[in-house]
Every structure is written in C-alpha cells, then in structure tokens.
C-alpha cells in the first residue's frame, strides 16, 4: 500500500487521529492475545509529527478520520486589525504569566479536559463522539513513559512507551523551552515543522493549536506564538465561541476544507479555554454546514511529580 499523504489530513485532525489509532491498536492487540493467550506486545504511540505512517496505519485499520474535499484552499488574506489586535493582548497576559519554577525533568505536566470529535469508519456515518473527559501526563523531558487516561476510549491509566528520540515539534516542557521567542523566528519555526494539512498556513495554524492543548507553554514562548499566529493568512476573530465545558470565550480562527478551526480565550482573563470546530458548509463525510465537528475544554493544567498523580 502506498503511503497516504501527510498533507491529505484535515485542520485539526491529529488528537482524533491519535485517539483513534491507539483505540485500534489496543482492541487488536487484546484479540490478539485473546487467540494467542500470550501477554499483548507493548503499545505504539503515534506523536502528532509523526502522522504520515500513523495515517497510513489507520487506513490499514479501517479507520477513518472525516475527510476534507478539494485540492487547494482558496487565497487567504492578512488577518484583520481586530484580530491582530486581539492575538496582541493575549500574548502581552500570556507573557506576564510566572513561569513554573524548579520543573525537573523526571516530572510530569498534568491536563485535564473534555474532548469530543467527528469520527467516522469506513461504511458508516461520521458521528459526533460524546464529550468525555480525557486525563493526560505528559513527561518534562520527553524521555519518560507517558500516561493517558480516556474510557470512553477504552484506555485507563495506559501507559504510552516513548520509543525513539524527541522530534523537534514535540510539546515536551524542555523542548518548548527551546523554542524562539521572539515572533518573526517562531513563525518560521512554525513553517518548518508544521505539516499535515492542505497548505502551509492551514498547517501552520493546526500547529499553534496543537502546541496549545496539551502541553504546558513557557510565557515568553507563548507570546511569541501568539504573536507569530497573528501573522498567519487567513485567521479572523469570532466574536464568540463555545468550549467542551459549555465556557463561551473569542476564538481566533481559520477555515479550511470546509471547517472552521478555534481556538478559544476567555474574553477577560484571555486565558485558553479549548478548542472548537464548525462546519463552514455541507461535508461529504455527513456534517451540515453549520454543525460542531469537534470540540475540548482544558480544565486544569500543572506539574505534578509522577505519572498517575492529580493534583
């Protein structure tokens, strides 16, 4: 089989994804020992920079995130003044937030959420999933054992092995450090490692939201980000948006392939809330224009000192 084109996925698409593989993986591997009544093999964990082979997995699978439509997204054009304006004040909060102090690098960084995405396999309608909540810890280093805790996913406290070294877009507490801080470097930054989408802004912009949900943003790195987002084609502010947790905020947005990406702050704290997705207009995979296709609300998000731990 050939290899699925990593850019064929859809904005915002690669925690569903993710979701969805290990689900696979996981009832495959339990009926595999369920027939052989041998121990399960360890499970993989596909990172979001590692999506090409995962999508190709998933095909293998037969499991389908909701496609796109059409080649090429039309022509974008620089974001409006209000919008830039609003990337400004979120980023100038974002960097007078105190950065975690003595993080070291056998901790964890602890997220709470409430996540629901369209899904669909092959044969049958895309769905909307239920929102649920989803716990995950995400090691400091990038170099110890992680931990994902969604039922309605079938995973309890699952341990995902780190196997290889860290990519450079992982969302590692250290490597995040790393990143530039300054907008015009992290902009380019965004355009080197960012893919996974129809074009190179779309892609851009699914990386800021991706850095953005479960990961823990250092401030001066943060503001960056936000600033270096203001200057992507295409992103326009919604005036008013809702998460996973029913928490209205502004959201900073980009179409493509007929949805609309979000990307959720509280309006006075400027905060992230969560994420939301929209369908701009009818979808083949079922979605009318108009529907929720997606949403997360993160509800809490800190350091703690081992996997497992809640604060």
Same mark, same amino acid.
């Given at each position: 089989m050939s290899e699925f084109p990593e850019r064929d996925l859809p904005p915002g698409r690669h925690h569903?994804?993710?979701e969805h593989l290990l689900t696979e993986i996981r009832q495959n591997e339990t009926k595999t020992a369920k027939d052989s009544k041998t121990p399960r093999a360890d499970k993989r964990w596909f990172r979001p920079t590692l999506i090409a082979g995962a999508v190709a997995a998933s095909i293998a699978a037969g499991v389908l995130v909701a496609s796109?439509?059409? +080649? $090429? =997204?039309?022509?974008?054009?620089?974001?409006?003044?209000?919008?830039?304006?609003m990337l400004e004040e979120i980023a100038a909060t974002a960097e007078k937030q105190p950065a975690p102090k003595d993080v070291r690098d056998d901790q964890y960084v602890y997220i709470k959420s409430k996540v629901g995405y369209m899904a669909q396999e092959e044969g049958k309608p895309a769905e909307l999933d239920p929102v649920h909540p989803r716990e995950f810890w995400l090691s400091v280093d990038g170099k110890h054992d992680e931990l994902l805790h969604e039922p309605a996913h079938g995973f309890d406290n699952e341990v995902l092995k780190v196997e290889g070294p860290p990519v450079p877009s992982d969302t590692n507490y250290r490597n995040l450090e790393k990143l530039p801080t300054d907008p015009?470097?992290?902009?380019?930054?965004?355009?080197?490692?960012?893919?996974?989408?129809?074009?190179? +802004? $779309? =892609?851009?912009?699914?990386?800021?939201?991706?850095?953005l949900y479960e990961s823990l943003m250092p401030p001066k790195q943060a503001a960056a980000l936000y600033l270096a987002a203001s200057k992507i084609p295409g992103v326009e502010l919604i005036e008013d948006s809702v998460d996973a947790e029913g928490r209205h905020g502004v959201a900073i947005a980009r179409e493509d392939q007929g949805e609309r990406q979000e990307l959720i702050f509280d309006k006075k704290t400027k905060e992230f809330l969560g994420e939301r997705q929209v369908a701009v207009e009818d979808l083949p995979s079922g979605p009318k224009k108009g529907d929720v296709t997606g949403r997360s609300a993160v509800l809490e998000r800190t350091v703690v000192d081992k996997a497992g731990q809640r604060p």
């Open positions: 569903l994804l993710r796109p439509f059409g +080649d $090429q =997204a039309a022509q974008a054009g620089p974001p409006s003044k209000e919008t830039v304006r015009v470097n992290m902009l380019d930054w965004l355009h080197k490692e960012s893919d996974g989408s129809s074009s190179e +802004d $779309q =892609a851009t912009f699914v990386l800021v939201g991706d850095l």
